[in-house]
Every structure is written in C-alpha cells, then in structure tokens.
C-alpha cells in the first residue's frame, strides 16, 4: 500500500508550512504530498491567511522537494482553461523533474464560485466540459514535438495548437479522476484515467465504486494500463486518548460537507480499519492532514502505521 499526504490549505496555511509539510512527509518516506485546489474554505474558518493557487504553490514546492510525487486532488476544471492548465502541469512536472500526477474533477462548490464570479453552470454542463478538457489536457501533451493538435468540441475549440511544453513524463502525468458518482465518474475514469479516487467514505462504498469503474472499463473497451484505485481517509490517530481525541476534533469540525467516516483510534487499530480498504482494492491511500504542523502524525503513521500495511 503506497500512502500519500493530502492536505487543504484553503483552510488556511502559509506556503512555508506547506513546504515545511511536504519535504517532512518526503523524509519520513510518504509516496506523495498532495494538496486541494480550492480558493475559499468549506468550514466556518475565515481562511486565513487567505487562498493560494494549487500550481503556483506545488512549483515551489517541486524546486524544495527531490523525491516525493506532488499533485492535486483536484483541480476544478472550472477554474482554468484546458489549454493553459496543460501549460502549467507540464511547466510543473519540468520543474519536478517528472514527479507530477494530475487530478482533475469537474468542479463542485457553487458558492465559491459565486463569491469569485466564476462560471458555474449545470452539473451536466460541469461534467461535459470535463470529458473535453481531460481529451484536450491528454491531447496536447501526447501530440509529438513539431506537430499541432487540435479540437472542435461544444464547449471548447482549439487549432493548430502548438502542444507545447511537453511534461516530462511521456505521454504526460498520470491523470486521476475521482468522485462517487454511479454514471459519469466511472466512464470518464475509465476512458482517460490511470487513477481512480474515492473521495473519504466507507471501505464497502469503495469497492462498490471500484466496481462501477470495472464495468465502465469493459463497456467503454479500455486500451490503458488497468487503472490504480485510490482513497482518501480521514485519519486521527495517535498513542493516548487524548491525542486522538484532540484530531478527531478538527477532523470532524462544522462544514457545509456532508458527514464523512473518520477512521480513528491507536496506530493498531488503525491499521486494522485501513487494511479493510486494501481489501476493497485500493493500492494507493491519501491521508488527509487537516492541521499542516501537526507532523507529529505524519511520524506516528510513518512509525507505527504504514509499514504494517498490506
């Protein structure tokens, strides 16, 4: 089981504890540091000291970093045109040296995107745009040097596109698509996909939706690599009562989200509850740090945790 960090700066925090963050999960031997992309905090924080781009900040931190992968989980599609997105994501795997994975969902808070006077539109409109942008992120990063790539879709049009940067890695970044959904979700992770993530839920729903995925890939006939599934877990752990106590806490503070499962409990048990996700299929798991100083977490799971892992 490979684990990752995903943390959520929009609920505030600085770029030096992002950093500070990512090169500690880096020394205590995570797979990735991964980090949302959202401009306005989901809880009652008022999001001090304030929001900050996803790509701008995992640049930096490509230039701090040496081994660790970086991503998003994920980018909205809302926010960005394709084209300069496939700009920057391979401005960003140059800059790592080829340590990028790339998420892209189709973009799910309204409110958010009210308050910056970003188009919003309807979730069917939402999903369309991201089945044209992940053909034309792919697209253009796989098109060879010295050809030009271009699309005439609905929503968006390209010609004679350059398709450069190329990423470092060929044809580009693995690509992951994530999400609950029953229809849309499974057939664009299975058309385009390397990864599949479930967002934080129940090791059962995950194999459900890992089973969805399975049925889309053999439906849409997929030509890829068989996809990797991933998911992303709440986690408040630690040697007392209090300690997890104090986690859980900030793990389960107000939002406008929905209730999500927390697995909580001391590094045995926790072991225990995550090995159930192993067996729902997940090879990958995405740890949330809600708090970014908390590394003594980071430690404890390194320690006590992910070496006992299936």
């Not at 798991?285 to 945790?305: F, K």
């Amino acid at each position: 089981m490979r684990v990752c960090v995903f943390t959520e700066p929009h609920r505030g925090a600085t770029f030096d504890e992002m950093v500070r963050a990512a090169r500690h999960a880096e020394a205590a031997g995570y797979d990735g540091f991964f980090r949302a992309d959202h401009f306005m905090p989901v809880n009652r924080s008022d999001g001090f000291p304030g929001p900050s781009d996803a790509w701008v900040t995992l640049g930096a931190i490509a230039r701090e970093t040496r081994t660790i992968r970086l991503g998003t989980l994920l980018t909205s599609a809302t926010f960005r045109h394709p084209a300069i997105t496939a700009v920057t994501v391979a401005q960003v795997d140059e800059m790592s040296n080829g340590r990028i994975d790339f998420g892209l969902g189709a973009g799910w808070l309204g409110a958010e995107h009210t308050a910056l006077g970003i188009p919003f539109f309807t979730p069917r409109e939402r999903f369309e745009r991201l089945d044209e942008q992940l053909q034309i992120i792919t697209g253009l990063w796989a098109t060879p040097r010295g050809e030009r790539f271009s699309f005439s879709g609905k929503h968006f049009t390209l010609v004679d596109a350059l398709a450069l940067p190329k990423p470092v890695q060929t044809p580009g970044p693995p690509v992951i698509v994530g999400g609950r959904g029953p229809k849309s979700t499974p057939r664009l992770a299975a058309l385009y996909a390397d990864e599949y993530n479930v967002p934080p839920s129940s090791a059962k729903k995950c194999a459900e939706q890992y089973e969805l995925v399975r049925a889309a890939s053999e439906k849409y006939g997929r030509t890829k690599a068989p996809l990797v599934f991933s998911a992303s877990v709440a986690v408040a752990c630690g040697r007392t009562d209090a300690e997890i106590a104090e986690r859980l806490a900030l793990l389960e503070e107000p939002s406008i989200l929905p209730p999500e499962p927390v697995v909580a409990g001391t590094p045995a048990q926790v072991v225990e509850e995550l090995a159930a996700y192993a067996e729902a299929g997940a090879t990958r798991l995405y740890v949330r740090l809600r708090d970014q100083s908390d590394l003594d977490l980071l430690d404890l799971l390194a320690a006590e945790v992910i070496p006992h892992l299936p």
